[in-house]
């Protein structure tokens, strides 16, 4: 069965902190999506990747950079955590156009 | 600049109502598909709609892609308690691998 996992259900940063979400998963999809989930705006992407090392802004990146090193990981990396940064983050992976996006179960990031 | 408006925010109904929900945008999109989120979980893909016009029937659940491919709809018969969740719409432009999510419907289903 597909499986998309995200490292840490919640977490709990502080304000400046370098912080780091991973995502793997286990379908060898070329296709990978970073979004953040906020109460009345739906899901907003942040970035997206679809091949080892390359890597396409999304809507919001401002604040975030990514990394792909291997097909099967995706990492989205908050360079300097601010509180505006609170939300929950979802991963997903995608096989082709207009096949299903495979959610992980998200990340619940609070920044202090 | 989200671009996808979905309507309405939230939608309490009885069991056995029926419902729909709508997804607008200006934009026209390569294909259109809808997710369902439960609480503590990820959105999981109902359904996909590619062509104008198309509409598919999952059970209770009718999706119809618009004719400019600029809309969405999904009718909900008879509506379950199962049925309650977020339900998110997410159109495609040509050319690209990337989604716009809408703004989501909050769905509850009272027994």
């Not at chain 1, 709990?12 to 953040?36: A, I, S």
């Not at chain 2, 104008?52 to 509506?79: N, Y």
């Amino acid at each position: 069965d597909v499986k998309v996992t995200q490292s840490s259900r919640y977490l709990v940063k502080r304000t400046g902190e370098k912080v780091f979400l991973e995502c793997v998963q286990d379908m060898d999809h070329e296709n990978m999506f970073w979004y953040r989930q906020d109460p009345g705006l739906g899901l907003r992407l942040i970035y997206f990747s679809y091949d080892v090392k390359m890597k396409e802004k999304g809507d919001i990146p401002e604040g975030y950079s990514v990394s792909r090193e291997k097909k099967e990981r995706f990492s989205l990396i908050l360079e300097s955590a601010s509180t505006n940064q609170t939300s929950m983050y979802l991963c997903a992976s995608m096989s082709g156009s207009n096949q299903p996006q495979h959610f992980g179960d998200g990340t619940r990031l609070s920044i202090l | 600049t989200q671009l996808l408006e979905q309507s309405p925010q939230f939608l309490s109904i009885q069991e056995g109502e029926n419902l729909t929900v709508y997804c607008n945008s200006s934009s026209v999109f390569s294909s259109l598909q809808w997710y369902r989120q439960e609480p503590g979980e990820g959105p999981v893909l109902l359904v996909t709609v590619v062509t104008g016009g198309e509409v598919k029937k999952l059970k209770r659940l009718t999706f119809q892609f618009g004719d400019a491919r600029k809309d969405s709809s999904l009718h909900i018969t008879a509506a379950q308690p199962g049925d309650t969740g977020l339900y998110l719409c997410a159109g495609r432009y040509s050319g690209t691998y990337k989604y716009i999510f809408g703004t989501g419907t909050r769905l509850k289903v009272l027994a």
